[in-house]
């Protein structure tokens, strides 16, 4: 009668053939239409399993904090050819890990377009800036950069900043010791959302920046909506910024069917108000998604420049007081005319 190690060591056998027969039978089936020629140029790499893919292992190595070991575990298998080939976010894909060849993909339109993976798509929206043909992108860009990057619209939010800024460094001066990407992840988003929703009160902005955190964990993550699935649960955390956001606009149309004056302008207005030179408007749904966009800008994106910019200051201190010097200068200049952000 066969011992236990017998059939551990049938067992790990097992695993590793249908391991390997899956492998190869997703990669055959992925392949088989490109034809012999084509599939002759494909570079070295590995389909992985049906759905899965490589998924796994990227968001593994990002979430440990060492990305670079994604593609260090290609090089080593397949060695440093610079391009493999892998299944990821439910496509076939081809990874790019040079320079030159990188440059080649970023700079050949004519050849590569851009594209999103599906999650990406449906968090953010499917009329937003990432997601528009280039002719919509660049009436979208049109439509907002007055809005949104104007004088006018610049001029109305500097004070808040200013203030804002102030009254969190402060409070981080008497903390003590801060976690400081979330500090500045709820101090940006404080900002953002009172630029584009300035009647939003406390608790309308907690519940939007604990939905984008949810909404941020699904954006790489594969779209299985399905319970228990990242993807799931920044999907319904979507739906419950289209709801704040959706009610908001239905508020502002009502007051202005009504004539209610209004007597503070925000980025949610100027975008209703908007409009091309043909006299079309942007629709509900543009500007969710346009807000959604830049909202999430707010809680990752700015954050993060803020964080690294810190870091890389403190790391280089010559190159932190020429900057200092040079906001000084600025700031001086600035202060004989008139006050602004300090």
Request: proline share 4%; charged share 25%; net charge positive.
């Amino acid at each position: 009668m066969a011992g236990p190690g017998l059939w551990a060591a049938i067992a790990a056998v097992l695993v590793v053939v249908i391991d390997t027969v899956v492998r190869r039978a997703h990669g055959w089936a992925r392949e088989a239409s490109l034809g012999a020629a084509r599939r002759a140029r494909l570079p070295p790499g590995d389909m992985g399993w049906p759905v899965v893919g490589a998924m796994w292992a990227f968001l593994r190595a990002f979430k440990s904090g060492n990305p670079d070991s994604f593609i260090g575990s290609f090089i080593r298998r397949f060695g440093r050819g610079g391009m493999y080939r892998a299944f990821m976010f439910n496509c076939p894909t081809i990874l790019v890990a040079t320079p030159d060849a990188c440059k080649r993909v970023l700079m050949d339109d004519d050849s590569f377009g851009e594209g999103w993976p599906k999650a990406t798509v449906e968090l953010i929206g499917r009329k937003s800036f990432l997601t528009s043909s280039p002719e919509e992108h660049r009436r979208l860009r049109k439509l907002t950069a007055a809005p949104i990057n104007g004088f006018d619209a610049l001029s109305t939010y500097l004070g808040f900043i200013e203030r804002t800024v102030a009254e969190a460094l402060r409070r981080w001066s008497e903390a003590g010791e801060i976690e400081f990407l979330t500090e500045l992840r709820r101090v940006t988003f404080k900002i953002i959302v009172q630029i584009f929703l300035t009647e939003a009160d406390y608790t309308t902005m907690r519940a939007l920046e604990t939905s984008y955190t949810d909404l941020n964990n699904g954006i790489r993550a594969m779209a299985i909506n399905l319970p228990g699935f990242t993807f799931h649960k920044a999907f319904k955390a979507r739906k419950k910024l289209v709801s704040v956001l959706q009610g908001a606009l239905n508020e502002r149309r009502v007051a202005t069917a009504k004539g209610i004056p209004k007597s503070n302008m925000d980025m949610m207005d100027r975008l209703i108000e908007a409009e091309d030179e043909h006299g079309r408007r942007l629709d509900d749904e543009e500007i969710i998604d346009i807000m959604v966009v830049y909202l999430n800008a707010g809680h990752e994106s700015s954050a993060h420049i803020s964080m690294w910019a810190t870091m890389f200051l403190l790391e280089n201190p010559d190159i932190f007081a020429k900057a200092k010097a040079e906001q000084e200068e600025i700031f001086g200049t600035f202060h004989q005319h008139r006050r602004g952000l300090a």
